[in-house]
C-alpha cells in the first residue's frame, strides 16, 4: 500500500506560479514512477507529467511543456510540481498518482493504481 497527500495548490492569477507536492508513504521503495494528473468539471482527468523513480526521467503533456517542471526530492518520497506561467485553462483538481510497473501506461489512469486526494488549482484571468 502506498499512501499519497498532495498540497500546494490555491488561488492565482493568470500569469503566476504555484507548487503542488506529493508526499508518498508505506510501500515507496518499488514504484516505478510518480505522475501528476488534472480534472476540470464535466472533463476527463488527464495526464500532466511524471517522473521515473529510478533515473529521474520526466514526461510531459504538451500543453504544460516550458512552463511545469516536476522533480523528486533525494528520498525519492516526495515529488513537486513547478506550475509557472499559469493559465485559466490550467485550473483543475491535480492528483498525484503512483505506477507500479514499468510496463504500464504513462499517461493513462489505468497505468497508476494508488491517487491521492488531490488539491485544487484555480486560475484567475
Known amino acids: 500500500q502506498v499512501q499519497l497527500v498532495e498540497s500546494g495548490g490555491g488561488l492565482v492569477q493568470a500569469g503566476g506560479s504555484l507548487r503542488l507536492a506529493c508526499a508518498a508513504s508505506?510501500?515507496?521503495?518499488?514504484?516505478?514512477?510518480l505522475g501528476w494528473f488534472r480534472q476540470a468539471p464535466g472533463k476527463e482527468r488527464e495526464f500532466v507529467s511524471a517522473i521515473r523513480r529510478t533515473d529521474g526521467s520526466t514526461y510531459y503533456a504538451d500543453s504544460v511543456k516550458g512552463r511545469f517542471t516536476i522533480s523528486m526530492d533525494n528520498a525519492k518520497t516526495t515529488v513537486y510540481l513547478q506550475m509557472n506561467s499559469l493559465k485559466p485553462e490550467d485550473a483543475a483538481v491535480y492528483y498525484c498518482a503512483v505506477a507500479p510497473y514499468a510496463s504500464s501506461s504513462y499517461y493513462s489512469t489505468a497505468g497508476y493504481n494508488y491517487w491521492g486526494q488531490g488539491t485544487q488549482v484555480t486560475v484567475s484571468s
Open positions: 508505506g510501500r515507496t521503495f518499488d514504484y516505478h514512477r
